[in-house]
């Protein structure tokens, strides 16, 4: 077969993106040129970044035309090639996107080391581990006994929090939504307290899990919650908003987090994280992420979507909190 499948944005959605919102197209499959290499797709991990783009308002990157191939990290091996230093056979990841065929050059994407997986290729030592990293260095990291609270523990970034508060002796509160997350969170990642964010008696929950306050909050949704998270502010806390998920999946994304007064009141350092922007931080991250990796001391949570075409539903089902950690879809194996 000589044709190459890419996957387009067609219309915005308003809230939750659908398949609706994509389609899926054949083109001629790529051919290299001097330098380039041709790689066939064989993973893709999905991002909240990339519902965020789907949208036509204003945030910290450029929204997708309609009629773009939608854009992601992807995992792939080298198939033909016209640059030595991709030589056929070897793995790599960069952005290449939805698409089952992409034409490279070798300075646009790392080689994978060999036997190494792709939940550790595009997970760990990917946006969700080294954003995790890198943000807590930006809150100049937690103090042991200190009280670190993790919105979406369960998830890619959040789980990777969570296993890393831990290791810098926390006290580590995670919140997930549903009891099976919540569970993982408590048993898998080893949390001291799990909460389901969507119990009835939450704030006595939250009353309980932070008897004398948070002195770091790690969050990722934004919203109502994070106000609710905001009345335990210990004194001179720091809150690092690394993620909107909550203003990012609504209709109405200025409705994002109103309530200040007690952080204010308690003199709270609060941290805008955007990783674009941090470049020391995210080349640190890397080195040390690398290293906890090979040394078997984080892991990573995956659920997998299986078949290029199921990309679409998979990005509706993470971003509607449906899965388990970081989603990866296999395009190819």
């Known amino acids: 077969m000589t044709e190459n499948r890419v996957i387009r944005l067609k219309a915005r959605p308003v809230e939750l993106p659908g398949p609706e919102h994509f389609e899926i197209t054949a083109e001629p499959r790529p051919k290299p040129g001097p330098g380039e290499a041709l790689i066939q797709i064989e993973a893709a991990a999905l991002s909240p970044w990339q519902g965020q783009r789907l949208k036509d308002f204003r945030n910290y990157t450029k929204p997708f035309e309609i009629g773009e191939v939608i854009d992601g990290d992807t995992l792939g091996r ?6 030595p230093e991709l030589p056929v056979g070897t793995m790599i990841a960069g952005r290449l996107g939805w698409r089952e065929w992409a034409v490279t050059t070798p300075g646009t994407v790392e080689i994978v080391q ?33 009280t670190l609270v993790v919105t979406s523990a369960a998830g890619g970034v959040g789980s990777h929090v ?47 899990a932070f008897p004398n306050g948070f002195d770091l909050f790690y969050d990722t949704v934004g919203g109502a919650l994070a106000d609710q998270i905001f009345e335990h502010t210990a004194k001179f806390a720091t809150i690092v908003l690394v993620g909107r998920t909550a203003a990012n999946n ?9 309530n200040v007064r007690v952080p204010w009141g308690q003199n709270a350092n609060i941290i805008g994280f955007n990783r674009y922007d941090r470049p020391l931080e995210w080349a640190e991250a890397r080195t040390r992420m690398e290293r906890l990796a090979a040394d ?3 892991n990573s949570l995956v659920s997998w979507a299986e078949g290029f075409e199921a990309a679409p539903q998979a990005l509706q089902d993470m971003l509607a909190g449906r899965n388990v950690g970081k989603t990866l879809v296999r395009f190819h194996s």
């Open 78 to 83: 080298v198939m033909q090639s016209n640059a």
């Open 114 to 146: 060999e036997g190494q997986s792709a939940e550790t290729t595009l997970v760990t030592l990917s946006s969700p581990g080294l954003t995790a990293y890198a943000g807590l260095n930006a809150a100049k990291r937690g103090m042991p006994g200190e």
């Open 250 to 258: 609504s209709s109405n994304p200025g409705a994002d987090m109103a």
């Open 296 to 298: 078997g001391k984080i």
């Open 162 to 208: 969570v296993q890393l508060g831990l290791m810098a002796g926390m006290r580590v509160v995670g919140l997930a939504g549903g009891e099976a997350k919540r569970r993982i969170v408590e048993e898998k990642l080893g949390a001291h307290v799990a909460i389901d964010y969507r119990a009835a008696d939450l704030e006595q929950q939250f009353a309980k």
